[in-house]
Every structure is written in C-alpha cells, then in structure tokens.
C-alpha cells in the first residue's frame, strides 16, 4: 500500500496519528490532576475515584488483542476512524454528566470503560498503520516520532491539565479531546482514502476472544486489589483461564493470539517480554515519588509535579531519535543500554531518604528517562519489525498490551508493598520512616526485574542482516 500514497499522505496520515496519540497520552495523565475536583463533584469515595482510571485501562488490556486481529481483516483504517468516533462519543458525553446525583459517579466509570474501548481500537492500529505506509528503512525513525508524542502528552499533562483544571473546569480537559478528535476524523476521513488489511480471508475468533478477556478482566483486577484474599483468588482464577486460552488457541487454523508466533519468532516473544518488564520497573516510580515529594519533603503539588517532569522531558528527547538509530544499528543492543541506564537509576532512587537532596532525585529521574528513551523506540521497532503484513496488528496490539499489563503490575507490586508496611493508614509523621523504608524495597524490586529485563533483551538475537 505505500506505493500509492503520496509522500503529503503519508505525512497528514503520520501527523494524525501524532495528534490522535498526544491527546490520548494528555488525557490519560491529566484526568489524575482532575480527580480530586471530579471527586468532589460527584462526591466519590477514594476507591470510586480509581476506578476512573482503572475502567479505562481495563478496557483497553481487555480489547486490544482482539481489535488488533479485527483490524487485520477487516482494516485497520476502518477500525482506527470507529474507535476514534467511540473515543469522540464518550469523550462528548463527559461533559454532559449532571453532578450530585446518585448515579453520576457510575455513569461516568462506565463512559470511562466506552472510552476504554475506542483507545483500545486506536492504540492498536496507529502503529500497525504507520508500519504499513511507511517503508522500513523509515519505520524506526516514526515509530520513534509517535513514541516521543506520547511522551509529550504525558509531559505537558501535569502543568497544562492542572492550570485547565483549576481555571476552567476538569470537563475543559474533554473539551480539547473533542476538538482534537473531531479535527483528526474530518481529515481522515476527507483525505486518505487507502485501506490496510492484510488478514481479510482469515475468520474472526470470536470464543477465543472472550475467554481472553475474561481472563484480563480477573488478573488485572485481581492485581489491582492485592493483596486481599479474593484478589489472590481472582488473579489465580485469571491465569487459569489464561492457560486454557493458550491451549484452546493452539487448536486453531486462524488463532486471535497465534501462540505459535511466541514459540517460532524468538524477537517478537522477548522483545514484548522485555516491554512487559519495563513497563512494570518504571510505571509507579511517578506514584511512588510523588507521595514521597508531598509527604516526606513537604512540597506543594505543583512543586512535586515540576520536579516529575524531568524524567518525561527527558523521554521525549531520547526516544525521537533513537527510534531513527534503531533503522541502522541493533534494536537489542540500543534497547539493552537503556535497561541499562534505567538499573543505574532506579539503583540511585534505592538510596533515598528523609534528608535526600533535591537535585539528586532530579538527576535520578533524568537517568530514568534517558535510558527509557533509548529503550522504547528500539523495542518497539524490533517486535513491528518481527512480524509479516498480516499481522501487523496484532503486534501493535500486542505492545499496548504488553505497556498496559506492565503498568498494572508495577502499580500492584508498589501498592502490596506499601500495604504490607504501613498497612491502611494514611501516610503522616508516626510511619514517615516506614514509608521511606517501602521506597527502598520497592526500587530494589524494580532493579532486579529490569536486570532480568536486560538478559531477556539481549538474548532475543540479531535483527539486522
């Protein structure tokens, strides 16, 4: 298909899905500014309150695999305009949720599910089409461009969501998504005319699908509320059923997950691998210092979430241009020394205490986001890369996943640990110093899975011939 489009195609085609991946990332990160006066609005419990966050991720972890496979038969354009025009709808009716009402705060958890879901059909198709337009001595380069939007949404979040919220209102923030959504969709759909499905005689697995998704659905709540008793029972329950999808999908002429892939294509199964850990090492270090910037060093939000900011900025920088190395030289090995470079800064953040300096934490986090900027991009050009046309899909679909999973997990293992050490209290003055020490057992985790993540990585093979 990239023989037929022209180069101003490609680029309004690349320009779109930079546009449509900055917003999505903003409002992932700004909504979490937004919580407290949403909170108030609707007058939600803590635990209702992260179920705003959590029904979204939920429904993009639940779906991605499987409108991945749909986009490979029936196109990805056309998966990638529906899931936009859902994202839009939801987006649309956030704004219009009357407050002090009973049902408000369930009504809007389930709009944020519905705005899951049309995520879900983005993530998995905005790499997937940027693959099959682009050529692949150019793939990396992209990859890398719409990796660093990401970063800048998740960059400009704190400072932009926080002034909007604070100034106009936490619906301002659904009100720049519409406007964004609507001005994507209308050129879209006006301009590129192409079609990408490489997969369109191959049937849809529907009964694979759903006991995928049932089984997501119990691990990923399940790790959300561990570690209580059902929740041990719910993720036990998850991978039990996970396991039965893996045999149920090995009997399969056109598997939704071809298991298969995983066992004969050694980069595509570790580089993910390696993603899943990464994501699981780095994810909650922004939770995690953000509670200790407030509640240990005194700081006001604003100062905490201008300190937090180097490790994004930092990312945005990096992973713009090594996406671009990784078109010439090894994804493993410039993948492999950003693990490296995230050990040394999570090794750093081991040794923080009551009295650690400032600027000590920021070269920390400069560190972090050096070394996940060189990792990103690499990595995902590596498993985009690993596939053939037919499944370009799935394995954009596989790297949403593998990010979301891994955030999970990172949340779960921060969250036990702080549980298990100061149990339900709130963080004061009496556990300061048991608060400190869960830091410490924490970073120390995260070290040791990214030192796994670094021999997982450097054991997938050469990808350059």
Request: hydrophobic share 55%.
């Amino acid at each position: 298909m990239t023989d037929v489009l022209s180069h101003a195609n490609k680029r309004m085609i690349l320009v779109i899905i930079l546009i449509t991946s900055f917003f999505n990332a903003f409002m992932g990160s700004a909504i979490n500014i937004a919580l407290p006066q949403i909170g108030k609005e609707f007058t939600m419990s803590a635990v209702n309150l992260s179920w705003v966050e959590m029904a979204y991720l939920l429904a993009s972890a639940m779906f991605l695999i499987p409108f991945g496979k749909i986009a490979d038969i029936i196109g990805r354009k056309k998966i990638f305009l529906i899931g936009n025009g859902i994202y839009l709808f939801a987006t649309c009716l956030c704004t219009v949720i009357p407050h002090q009402t009973e049902t408000a705060a369930i009504f809007f958890i389930s709009i944020r599910f519905l705005q899951g879901i049309g995520a879900a059909m983005i993530f998995c198709t905005a790499m997937a089409i940027i693959v099959s337009v682009f050529p692949p001595h150019e793939r990396g380069k992209m990859i890398g461009l719409n990796v660093s939007s990401i970063y800048l949404g998740l960059t400009v979040a704190p400072a932009l969501g926080g002034f909007l919220t604070q100034t106009l209102g936490w619906r301002s923030l659904f009100y720049i998504n519409i406007i964004a959504s609507v001005i994507c969709l209308g050129i879209f759909v006006s301009f590129i005319r192409n079609e990408w499905k490489d997969a369109e005689h191959e049937t849809f697995d529907a009964k694979g699908s759903l006991l995928f998704m049932i089984s997501i659905f119990c691990m990923m709540l399940g790790f959300a509320r561990l570690p209580e008793i059902y929740a041990i029972i719910l993720v036990v329950l998850g991978i039990a059923l996970f396991v039965g999808f893996i045999l149920f999908e090995l009997k399969l002429e056109f598997p939704i997950l071809p298991i298969r892939l995983f066992v004969m294509n050694r980069i595509f199964l570790l580089s993910n691998l390696t993603a899943l850990i990464n994501y699981a090492a780095t994810f909650a270090i922004t939770f995690i210092l953000s509670l200790y910037l407030q509640y240990v060093k005194g700081l006001s939000p604003r100062d905490a979430g201008l300190i937090l900011i180097f490790q994004p900025v930092m990312m945005v920088l990096v992973a713009s241009f090594s996406g671009k190395l990784s078109d010439k030289y090894e994804p493993r090995l410039l993948s492999t020394l950003g693990m490296i470079i995230i050990v040394i800064g999570l090794t750093m953040l081991i040794a923080l205490g009551q009295s650690t300096s400032t600027e000590y934490i920021i070269i920390s986090l400069l560190t972090v986001g050096i070394g996940f900027g060189f990792f990103s991009s690499p990595n995902t050009n590596a498993i985009m890369s690993s596939v053939s046309k037919n499944q370009l899909g799935l394995a954009s679909a596989m790297t949403g996943t593998m990010r979301i999973l891994g955030q999970m997990s990172s949340m779960a293992i921060a969250s036990m640990v702080i549980h298990v050490m100061i149990g339900k209290q709130r963080i004061s003055t009496e556990n300061i110093g048991m608060f400190v020490a869960s830091t410490k057992i924490i970073f120390s985790v995260f070290t040791v899975l990214c030192i796994v993540g670094i021999v997982a990585s450097l054991s997938r093979g050469k990808q350059h011939s």
